[in-house]
């Protein structure tokens, strides 16, 4: 039985999507923990006015890499830029670099894809159907490929509710749509696309799954694999516990309600989320492509449970700068309670805040953030609020084959080992610092900041008391009346309580 890294000894591996989330973690380890890789090609594109090489010489620059500085100062002449736009004919890779990846090239993992939960049709169609078919026939040039593996995701079929490691038919063939996509405008296809997805909830699950299908249409030519993760969350150990850079799914839920912005969400009553630690999605992808290249495989994350009481006491504990309210979020999946709360926590708060900036010569801007985050929660709504049944067997079969040192250390893939309550923690402290960049030394402040939060919330609901008391008395006779008895009875105390103790003394 050889190790995974004794796999990885010597060989040439491309991948897509490198500059994402996922794909950084997945160089970062490749380089870490296979140290005798021989290059990683990465297809990368020129954005934002930086070029391919400034994109890639930034990202390695960053933290997630020190670990893989320490151990080998040299090791960005293992990487490979190649210029590349998966939305263009041939993915825009010049002759001479197809020519030298056909060449070279021994195992391809291919995580680019729009995750965009609004993307418009023709595009997630462009990238994550088109840019995959391409792709496969980049890799059927490759003399030497040994793996193909694909980064699909665990709600490609979302529209079942158990689902198995196997590629179910396509909600429409290929072929099909793509070409009819080609002659209409864009106001035909946005007018068509919820006939089209049916009962997916977005153009992402819709466009996985089709990418899914075009894979497994290689099978007899090519030895893939296909990861289906379940929701991506920050690192668990590797390199460090916490790392996180973006507001996918739920870091953007746990920044606006350590925020105290976000207060209520639709979930299911035990508000459980199918969360997976990006390291072990990495771990496991790895260990694949060393098994997919003698076998075949479609294996699935097994997730764990993430709880939202977990969320809000490491928030108080490590809070975030200038919160709007003290973090506190009810999760109902109940419409009319969520309604309420949206109304009382969300849009009251929101309106007296812009109120007072409107009369201090400010610019309103509350209600904005609100209107965009309900946009953002509402389409993680379909995700939050129901549960699925998925089969795990390819991945414990997986875990199996591996060494012992493998398994149990270096491509640990195992979540039942995992400490929930401590990954959240440093989930939370991950999204503080390496998302939102702050200072661990503010926390103290942070921390002042909340105790003013909660004198101004008791101060207001004590005047709000008072005041709606003094009204209703004003109108009710009935109202005046119990004041009164309520009133003498507190004096009949006092004094009763008063005299005993002259007693005593
Ligand atoms: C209550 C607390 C505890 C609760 C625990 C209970 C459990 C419930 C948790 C449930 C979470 C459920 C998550 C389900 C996710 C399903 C995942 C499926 C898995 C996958 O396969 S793929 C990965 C998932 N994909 C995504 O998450 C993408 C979703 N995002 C989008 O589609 C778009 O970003 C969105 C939401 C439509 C917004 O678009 P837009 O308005 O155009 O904004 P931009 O994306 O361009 O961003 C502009 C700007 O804002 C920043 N940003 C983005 N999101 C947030 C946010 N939530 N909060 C704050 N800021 C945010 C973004 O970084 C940009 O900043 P710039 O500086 O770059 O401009
Ligand atoms: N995050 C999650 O929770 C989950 C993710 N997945 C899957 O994992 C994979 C990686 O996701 P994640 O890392 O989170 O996504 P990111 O959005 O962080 O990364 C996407 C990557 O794709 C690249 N890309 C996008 N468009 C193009 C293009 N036109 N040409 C070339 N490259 C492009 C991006 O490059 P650039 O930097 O140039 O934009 C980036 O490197 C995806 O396939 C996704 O479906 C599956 C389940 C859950």
């Given at each position: 039985?050889?190790?995974?890294a004794?796999?990885?000894?010597?060989?040439?591996?491309?991948?897509?999507?490198?500059?994402?989330?996922?794909?950084k973690?997945?160089?970062?380890?490749?380089?870490?923990c296979?140290?005798?890789?021989?290059a990683?090609?990465?297809?990368?594109?020129?954005?934002?006015?930086?070029?391919?090489?400034?994109r890639?010489d930034?990202?390695?620059?960053?933290?997630?890499?020190?670990?893989?500085?320490?151990?080998?100062?040299?090791?960005?002449?293992k990487?490979?830029?190649?210029?590349?736009?998966?939305t263009?004919?041939?993915?825009?890779?010049?002759?001479e670099?197809?020519?030298?990846l056909?060449?070279c090239?021994?195992?391809?993992?291919?995580?680019?894809?729009?995750?965009?939960f609004?993307?418009?049709?023709?595009?997630?169609?462009?990238l994550?159907?088109i840019g995959?078919?391409?792709l496969?026939?980049?890799?059927?040039?490759?003399?030497?490929?040994?793996?193909?593996?694909?980064?699909?995701?665990?709600?490609a079929?979302?529209?079942?509710?158990?689902?198995?490691?196997?590629?179910?038919?396509?909600?429409?063939?290929?072929?099909?749509?793509?070409?009819?996509?080609?002659?209409?405008?864009?106001?035909?296809?946005?007018?068509?696309?919820?006939?089209?997805?049916?009962?997916r909830?977005?153009?992402?699950?819709?466009?996985?799954?089709?990418?899914e299908?075009?894979?497994?249409?290689?099978?007899d030519?090519l030895?893939?694999?296909?990861?289906?993760?379940?929701?991506?969350?920050?690192?668990?150990?590797?390199?460090?516990?916490g790392?996180?850079?973006?507001?996918n799914?739920p870091?953007?839920?746990?920044?606006?309600?350590?925020?105290?912005?976000?207060?209520?969400?639709?979930?299911?009553?035990?508000a459980?989320a199918?969360l997976?630690?990006?390291d072990?999605v990495?771990?496991?992808?790895?260990?694949?492509?060393?098994?997919?290249?003698?076998?075949?495989l479609?294996?699935?994350?097994?997730?764990?449970?993430?709880q939202?009481?977990?969320?809000?006491?490491?928030?108080?504990?490590?809070?975030?700068?200038?919160?709007?309210?003290?973090?506190?979020?009810?999760?109902t999946?109940?419409y009319?309670?969520y309604?309420?709360?949206?109304?009382?926590?969300?849009?009251?708060?929101?309106?007296l805040?812009?109120l007072?900036?409107?009369?201090?010569?400010?610019?309103?801007?509350?209600m904005?953030?609100?209107?965009?985050?309900?946009?953002?929660i509402?389409?993680?709504?379909?995700?939050?609020?129901?549960?699925?049944?998925?089969?795990?067997?390819?991945?414990n079969m997986?875990?199996?084959?591996?060494?012992?040192?493998?398994?149990?250390?270096?491509?640990?893939?195992?979540?039942?080992?995992?400490?929930?309550?401590?990954?959240?923690?440093?989930?939370?402290?991950?999204?503080?610092?390496y998302?939102?960049?702050?200072?661990?030394s503010?926390?103290?402040?942070?921390r002042?900041?909340?105790?003013?939060?909660?004198?101004?919330?008791?101060?207001?609901?004590?005047?709000?008391?008072?005041?709606?008391?003094?009204?209703?008395?004003?109108?009710?006779?009935?109202?005046?009346?119990?004041?009164?008895?309520?009133?003498?009875?507190?004096?009949?105390?006092?004094?009763?309580?008063?005299?005993?103790?002259?007693?005593?003394?």
């Amino acid at each position: 039985m050889t190790s995974v890294a004794d796999y990885y000894a010597g060989k040439n591996v491309l991948i897509t999507g490198a500059t994402g989330f996922m794909g950084k973690v997945l160089v970062e380890k490749l380089l870490r923990c296979c140290p005798q890789v021989r290059a990683l090609f990465l297809l990368v594109r020129p954005k934002a006015g930086q070029s391919m090489q400034q994109r890639v010489d930034d990202m390695i620059k960053c933290k997630l890499f020190d670990r893989v500085r320490e151990d080998d100062a040299h090791f960005h002449r293992k990487i490979v830029p190649i210029s590349s736009e998966l939305t263009e004919p041939g993915l825009a890779i010049s002759p001479e670099d197809a020519d030298k990846l056909a060449a070279c090239v021994n195992i391809v993992f291919h995580c680019a894809a729009t995750i965009r939960f609004d993307e418009p049709l023709k595009h997630a169609v462009q990238l994550n159907v088109i840019g995959t078919q391409q792709l496969l026939g980049l890799a059927r040039r490759m003399r030497h490929l040994e793996a193909f593996i694909h980064i699909s995701t665990a709600y490609a079929n979302c529209n079942r509710k158990h689902i198995d490691e196997v590629i179910y038919p396509p909600p429409v063939e290929p072929r099909k749509l793509i070409e009819s996509l080609e002659w209409m405008d864009d106001r035909i296809v946005q007018d068509i696309t919820p006939r089209l997805i049916g009962n997916r909830p977005n153009t992402y699950t819709y466009t996985k799954a089709l990418a899914e299908y075009v894979v497994q249409q290689e099978q007899d030519k090519l030895n893939i694999g296909i990861i289906r993760p379940s929701i991506v969350g920050a690192s668990w150990q590797e390199p460090f516990p916490g790392w996180i850079d973006n507001f996918n799914g739920p870091s953007g839920v746990f920044i606006a309600a350590g925020k105290g912005i976000l207060r209520t969400m639709r979930a299911n009553n035990d508000a459980v989320a199918d969360l997976i630690p990006v390291d072990v999605v990495i771990n496991l992808t790895l260990a694949a492509g060393w098994y997919t290249a003698v076998h075949k495989l479609v294996p699935r994350c097994p997730p764990g449970p993430l709880q939202k009481h977990h969320v809000m006491s490491s928030f108080k504990r490590n809070p975030l700068e200038q919160a709007f309210r003290r973090p506190n979020a009810n999760i109902t999946s109940n419409y009319l309670i969520y309604q309420y709360w949206i109304l009382v926590s969300h849009k009251f708060p929101a309106l007296l805040y812009d109120l007072v900036l409107r009369l201090t010569g400010q610019k309103p801007q509350m209600m904005r953030i609100f209107n965009r985050l309900h946009k953002a929660i509402s389409l993680l709504e379909y995700f939050s609020s129901q549960d699925w049944e998925w089969n795990s067997e390819n991945v414990n079969m997986l875990m199996a084959q591996l060494s012992p040192e493998d398994r149990k250390v270096t491509f640990n893939f195992d979540v039942r080992q995992l400490n929930w309550p401590e990954y959240i923690e440093n989930y939370c402290i991950g999204t503080k610092k390496y998302v939102l960049n702050e200072d661990m030394s503010d926390i103290p402040a942070a921390r002042q900041h909340l105790r003013k939060l909660r004198n101004i919330r008791y101060t207001f609901n004590t005047v709000l008391v008072v005041f709606i008391w003094r009204v209703f008395i004003a109108r009710s006779q009935m109202a005046r009346n119990i004041w009164y008895f309520v009133v003498s009875l507190c004096f009949k105390f006092l004094s009763y309580f008063r005299a005993s103790s002259t007693l005593t003394n």
